[in-house]
């Protein structure tokens, strides 16, 4: 499992592996520095590169040091170090007494500023070890100019460890790789510090197992199997068996993301979907609208089952739609609540004392979200973990989509890291919010049907982009079926 911890919690479990097991902090840092060596060299960088080991005064700058020396003793041809400035916290201080009696290269950024800024100019990799999880707030004047030089030189490839320098910082480090050591690091996984880090990786080291547990707050994920147990698609289940869910989407001139995420929810297990649109468009959509049962809203009132529903795409912004919504709420306990229907759910809880419950999800978007929260979309990409209490006061699921999308149940947290631009096109978000209304009849926990839904959406998108380059959200719907049956969400063989 691929657990994500806090900064200020990794640096918990450095101290924790420290006490409770009396592993000094120079071994870690050596196993650190070999970790990342291997995979600098493995996968970035020949011997022939030059290289240039950027170290601040803190242990960060000591995991530089190490994959010098271990850079110097395989024999690469152009290493320098620079240090910040002399005056090193312990370990560093060792690690550099070793680079100096070797006879690496060796400057002072704080004495010989010029010659340091040329010989960055002139390096094809520059590995940043000036701050790591020992970072606070902004940037110090003196970090901040090497950051500001650096980020601006052309042909230069950054490789940070652990984390950025500056990360918290609107003029932060911009680099091409960042390898976190020991255990993930949740910062960097959000969605405005997620930019500054290019290919994230991970190295390990002997952080033990139920330290990373105690201390983690949620999952990576990529693929379903931690949650696969919940499943339940029998071979012997007929239409009737996998879910009848009701979609309620569409306005006038909003057909499409009526279509479009009905349609989304076809592609899943499930079994019948029934289309509930206004008397203004029935008579328009009933003719396009295929293998989707189209129904008035004003039929409601003769539907007391759905196993899901969908409320919101296209679905416009009236006060009717307010009170549509409050209905659907008392009347059914599962679905999804996306698009225009979170701007109604959101006057609904401003009006009045509205109970959520474990079977909603909401697919907010990061603007809607912010509507949502009260709150800015700056504060929500620079710390999506407000969402919690939302999500705790309500007992829901929430999806906060973006590049990196986090999701969100009271005591449950997952990060699905897309970067993946293609799928940011307009109408995936329905197709994104059909899937996951077709996976809860499918799946137990809203949590588990939240998380596949959005890993078998990142899943089409990449197998779409394979096959026909950049595309549009309908040829996604056509890539729904075959990248859930990929991912594992398949027919069971034995009844369960
Ligand atoms: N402690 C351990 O057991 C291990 C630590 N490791 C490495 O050590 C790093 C953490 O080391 P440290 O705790 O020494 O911290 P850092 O090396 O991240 O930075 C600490 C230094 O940064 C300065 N600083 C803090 N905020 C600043 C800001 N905003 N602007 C400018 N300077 C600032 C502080 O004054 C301090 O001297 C990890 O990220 C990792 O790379 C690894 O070697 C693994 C083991
Ligand atoms: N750069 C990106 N990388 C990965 N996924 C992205 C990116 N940009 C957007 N997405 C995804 O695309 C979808 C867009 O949804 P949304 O904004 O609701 O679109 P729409 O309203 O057009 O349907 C979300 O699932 C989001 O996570
Ligand atoms: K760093």
């Known amino acids: 499992m691929k657990h994500i911890v806090s900064m200020d919690s990794a640096a918990l479990i450095d101290s924790g592996v420290q006490q409770n097991y009396g592993i000094p902090a120079i071994i870690l840092m050596e196993q650190a520095g070999t970790a990342l060596s291997e995979l600098f060299f493995d996968k ?20 530089a040091m190490v994959m010098a020396r271990n850079a110097f003793f395989k024999g690469f041809s152009s290493i320098k170090v620079i240090i910040t400035k002399e005056s090193l916290r312990d370990i560093p201080a060792i690690q550099l007494d070793i680079i100096r009696s070797l006879g690496i290269d060796t400057y002072v950024w704080e004495n010989d500023r010029s010659i340091c800024e040329e010989i960055c100019s002139k390096a094809d990799w520059i590995v940043e070890g000036l701050l790591g999880i020992g970072q606070k707030s902004e940037l110090r004047q003196d970090i ?14 950054i490789f940070s460890i652990d984390v950025p320098a500056g990360i918290y910082d609107d003029y932060g480090l911009i680099a091409d790789v960042t390898v976190n050591v020991g255990v993930y690091k949740q910062e960097c996984f959000f969605p405005s510090y997620r930019k500054r880090c290019g290919d994230i990786h991970l190295v390990e080291i002997s952080f033990p197992p139920e330290l990373i547990k105690r201390q983690s707050s949620g999952l990576l994920i990529e693929d379903i199997s931690v949650f696969s147990d919940e499943l339940n698609i029998s071979r012997y289940s007929h239409k009737g068996d996998r879910g009848r869910i009701g979609v309620f989407a569409g306005s006038a001139g909003m057909l499409g993301a009526a279509l479009l995420s009905g349609k989304s929810v076809l592609r899943t297990p499930s079994g019948y979907v029934y289309l509930f649109v206004g008397n203004d468009i029935f008579e328009q959509i009933y003719p396009i609208a295929g293998p989707l049962v189209v129904k008035k809203e004003s ?6 089952f759905m196993d899901s529903v969908l409320v919101g795409p296209g679905w416009g912004r009236c006060e009717n739609r307010v009170l549509l919504l409050s209905s659907i709420l008392k009347k059914f306990d599962k679905g999804v609540i996306d698009a225009d229907a979170i701007y109604s759910l959101k006057l609904l809880i401003d ?20 509507f949502l929260l009260n709150t800015t979309v700056d504060k929500l990409l620079k710390n ?4 919690q209490d939302f999500v705790n006061r309500h007992s829901c699921t929430l999806v906060l989509k973006s590049h990196v999308t986090w999701i969100f149940s009271p005591g449950n947290i997952a990060v699905y890291d897309g970067c993946f ?30 998380c596949a839904g959005v890993i078998a959406h990142a899943n089409a998108a990449k197998l779409l982009y394979k096959d026909k380059g950049w595309f549009s959200s309908d040829m996604l719907v056509d890539y729904i079926g075959l990248s859930l049956k990929e991912i594992g969400i398949e027919i069971y063989e034995r009844e369960r």
């Open 144 to 157: 901040k100019s090497i950051v500001s030089f650096i980020n601006n030189l052309d042909d230069i490839r």
């Open 384 to 387: 999506p973990l407000i969402c």
């Open 299 to 304: 039929d409601l009132q003769s539907f007391d």
């Open 421 to 450: 631009s293609p799928l940011g096109t307009a109408g995936s978000g329905d197709v994104l919010a059909g899937l996951i209304a077709g996976l809860l009849t499918a799946y137990t926990s809203s949590f588990s049907a939240a």
């Open 44 to 63: 970035f960088c020949s011997a022939s590169d030059s290289v240039v080991f950027l170290c601040g005064t803190g242990n960060n700058g000591g995991d």
């Open 351 to 370: 009006k009045e004392d509205v109970s959520l419950g474990t079977g909603w999800v909401l697919t907010p978007h990061i603007g809607e979200c912010a």
